[in-house]
C-alpha cells in the first residue's frame, strides 16, 4: 500500500449500473426484458442461428451487431461437426455468465482483477439422449467450474467474490433450477 | 405419391446412430461423456471462450476446429456489447439441440424436411439480477420456443417429432430441470 492508490478499473461502469437499479426500483415495468434466439435448420444436425434484437426498458433494442452461431454434433457423432454442440453453448454461457459477475462484483468491491479464467467440465451419460437407457438424463449429470484468479485480494476475498456472482447469475440461475420451456409448432 | 420414391434425406446418418446406439449398449463406459469451455475474461463483462477438446468414447476427442465466443453485456447496461449476452447463448444451445433433434427423429422416421426454423423468446425480470427484489429469480421465468416446419408430413405427424426431440434433447433437460454446478477457485 502507498499513499497514491491507482484506481481500480476492471472496464465495469458501477455507477452506471446503480443508477440502473435505483431507475428500476422506481419503474420496475422496465425491468421486464426478453431475450431472442432465431435458429434455421441447415442440414443434418447443422444449425445457423442469429442473435440481434430483444426488448428492455420498455422498448424494442438491438445489439451493435448482427451475432451468429453455428451448432453441429461432431464427426464421432456421424456428424459434420460444423459447430460446437449445443451443449458446449450451454458451458460457454454459464461461464460468461459468472465471469461478467466476478467483474462487476470486484469492481463494486474495489478490488483489481488481473487475470480469470475458467473451465468447465459437464459430464454427460450418452445413454441418455440415445435412447439406451431411460433412467440416465439426456443433460449433464455434473458441472463443474474453475476458476484461475490474479487479483489485488485475499483467497477469501477472491472467494467470496466468486460467491457473490454465482448468487446473481442468470445462467447459473437458469442450470441450477428448473425452467418452464413452452414448444410450440405453427 | 409416385412409384418412383426419392430416398428421404435430411442429412442425418441414421445408420451410424443406431450403430452407435448398439455398440454402446455392449460397452456403456464408452458413453461417458465430459465436454468443455474454457473462459477468460477480457475487460468489464467481455469474456472470450473457446471449445475444442472433449472426452467420450473412451478416450479425448478434439473438434475439426477450436470454436471461439465473444460474449458481453449490452450498452443499456453500459458495457461495450462485444458479444451476445449469457442467457442468448442459452437460447442459441437449446433452439440448436431441438432442431438437431428434429432432423435426427424425421430422417428416422423417413419424413423429408425442406426447412425449420426456431424462434425462442426468454422472459427476464431483470430486478433479479440487479439485486432489486430478491423474490424475483436470476434467470428466465419462462422460455417460449415457436417451429415453423416445411416438411413432406402431416401436421400432427411433425408434431410428433417436435415432441420427440425435446424428449431425448440434452439442453431441454438442462434447461427444464435442475443440473449440480460446483464453483472452486483454486
Not at 420496475?28 to 442473435?51: I, K, L
Not at 438424463?137 to 467470496?160: H, L, M
Request: charged share 25%.
Amino acid at each position: 500500500m502507498t499513499a497514491t492508490e491507482t484506481p481500480v478499473d476492471n472496464g465495469v461502469n458501477v455507477e452506471a449500473l446503480l443508477g440502473a437499479r435505483e431507475a428500476l426500483t422506481a419503474a420496475p415495468e422496465a425491468a421486464s426484458f426478453r431475450w431472442r434466439a432465431m435458429c434455421e435448420w441447415q442440414n443434418g444436425t447443422h444449425s445457423h442461428s442469429e442473435v440481434e434484437g430483444f426488448f428492455g426498458l420498455g422498448e424494442e433494442q438491438r445489439h451493435r451487431t448482427r451475432f451468429t452461431f453455428d451448432a453441429d454434433h461432431p464427426q464421432i457423432f456421424a456428424s459434420e461437426d460444423n459447430g460446437a454442440t449445443p451443449v458446449e453453448y450451454v458451458l460457454v454461457g454459464l461461464a460468461s455468465c459468472l465471469t461478467a459477475g466476478i467483474a462487476a462484483v470486484a469492481q463494486n468491491r474495489q478490488i483489481q482483477l488481473r487475470r480469470v479464467t475458467a473451465t468447465l467440465e459437464g459430464d454427460m451419460d450418452v445413454q441418455g439422449i440415445l435412447g439406451i437407457d431411460s433412467d440416465v438424463r439426456n443433460g449433464f449429470s455434473d458441472i463443474k467450474v474453475t476458476y484461475d484468479i490474479d487479483a489485488d485480494a485475499t483467497p477469501d476475498e477472491i472467494k467470496a467474490i466468486v460467491a457473490q456472482s454465482q448468487k446473481r447469475s442468470a445462467v447459473y440461475d437458469i442450470v441450477t433450477n428448473p425452467t418452464n420451456v413452452r414448444v410450440e409448432v405453427v
